[in-house]
């Protein structure tokens, strides 16, 4: 895990991937295919306003660009037309004609012998008796169809640099509104949803996002202007030949409308799959040894293959049909360009073109063709790139908390640790109770224990408290103000919590314990570690606080990890502490110095204890039973031991033996 920003450590019972009542949904998305296109590419193009003025210049880049890849082909025509005319001049020349005649007198006499379609042609390209070729002239024409592609080359490498800068831009902005709205949205929604699903919007979508924007915006437009320019010049040049290369318009659109159309689906399942197989990758990651100690390997192993096939399916299909575009549009330029040349043959024999221009004509045909294949080659790209730009814009659009206005909240100056719950109702499911009118008062300095079976709610009541979720019905105060009138920044700064499911980042020891108070000193570090009875262990290690924790902080123990977070809480001197079973993984001498610090730190603060061994919170100066999200028992130990109730069964089921 990465270092953080800011948030808190996830809350026991709050299953990573899955809601307090069921599992995660794998996968996300819309489902099959983008739900509305149009919308997200609309969404889309919106998010690159900031860089209109950027835009235009790649679009006048393009254009630039295109145009003088447009003049190539004719400047090579005329230079064809220059090498066919020296050539039957001197043929001329070698038949008796004699220098200086003038194309109009030669003309006339080829008319006079009933040579009329010689005579056409050599009209049309002005042929007159000559003894070489003109290579000068030729050489001319060649060096500046040089200069051109050169020139054109040049402005597409800039327009692609400056398009990869604005395609970066977008991903960056769209990566921090992302990490943004993850920092918004409540805790429910998270609940909901499966963390490599999430990681993998987050990765691999934006990633595709990125790479649709820098290829295939840009590529889809110079196709756009290509195609525009190039029928714009096929018609200056031969509007007949032109209607004849305009048949392939509509075919084409035929073939990209039906093949997109399925691809779009194919795409959209594609990103979809990808985030089931991150999930489950995730989830056999972190519970690596649960599937080992229980044999499941084989099983987790099939399901992977089971997500792998339909990823593998998925993609092939959309890969597939993207693909098969390119082999499509060639059938239809080869066609064309047989029907142009024969065409075009048929009009240089009758004198109605010249071959330098059927030859121009027909490079300007395949400059027709190409960029239609590419842009269904780039319509596939968009396909996946929305597929993409919808599930992560579904992200963007979860719901969030409700949003605190500046100074309409009520700041505590000093909290007290005065805690009440009056008549507190909370259902995660509507139609199903959890918590129902519980009554407790909690007096500064006080620590209450709350106890019952797995499923009674008592990690519930500590999510209402740190209001990660809203109470449905009654009201909780703190110092006597209603935590809903408390901005959730200032209320959870004034509580601290340490939990049994230990949360640790890719860092520093140090950094891990300063985490608990930003700004916090060497010194505070170190006595923080001190109270939690870390300082020996962490010494040991071979660079002390310096060790880098990774993967999960792996390379310490278990108990070492809750002694860190023990230390965290330790460091954040908070005025109301949690205890989620925070000595539950540690060992019984421990456990004794823990409890011992912890009964330190709860001195003048007030706590709430979550606990299955009742054996530690005998002296909690308040016990709350609960029971089916309701209180069964409210006492000290030897009150509720005394009533022969519920909490007397609980504490001497633990003691049975």
Known sequence: MSTPRGGMAPVRGMRPGGGPMGHGMMGGGAGGRATNAKATAVRLIRRLERQRRTLLLVVLLIATATGAGLFGPKLLGDATTRVFADLMGMLLYHRGVPLGTSTSTVVAQLRSQGQDRYASMLEGMHVVPTTSVDFTAIGSLIAWVVVLYLIGAFLQWLQAWIMAGVAQTAVFELRRDVETKLSRVPLSYLDTQSRGDLLSRVTNDIDNIGNTLQQGLSQLLSSILAVVGTLIVMFVLSWELALVSLLIVPLSIVMMARI????????????????RVNGHVEEMHTGHAIVLAYNRRERAVAEFDEFNDALFEASFKAQFLSSIMMPLMNVLSNLNYVVIAVLGGIRVAS??????????????????????GQIAQQANQLQSGLASAERVFEVLDAPEEPAEPRGSKTVLPEVQGAVTLEDVSFRYVPDVPLIEGVHVRVQPGQTVAIVGPTGAGKTTIVNLLMRFYDIDGGRITLDGVDTRDIAREDLRSAFGMVLQDTWLFNGTIRENIAYGRAGATEEEIVAAAKEAHADHFIRTLPHGYDTVLEDDATNISVGERQLLTIARAFLADPSVLILDEATSNVDTRTEVLIQEAMNRLRHGRTGFVIAHRLSTIRNADT???????????????????????????????????
């Open 260 to 275: 997109g159309k399925r691809s779009q689906v194919q795409f959209a399942a594609q990103w979809r799959e990808t985030g």
């Open 351 to 372: 004198g109605q073109l010249v071959l330098g221009q059927v030859q121009a004509f027909i490079q300007y045909s395949r400059q027709f063709t190409m960029p239609l």
């Open 623 to 657: 016990i709350l039973v609960m029971d089916h999200g309701h209180i069964v028992e409210q006492g000290s130990h030897d009150e509720l031991m005394a009533a022969g109730g519920f909490y007397q069964r609980l504490y001497e089921s633990q003691f049975a033996e």
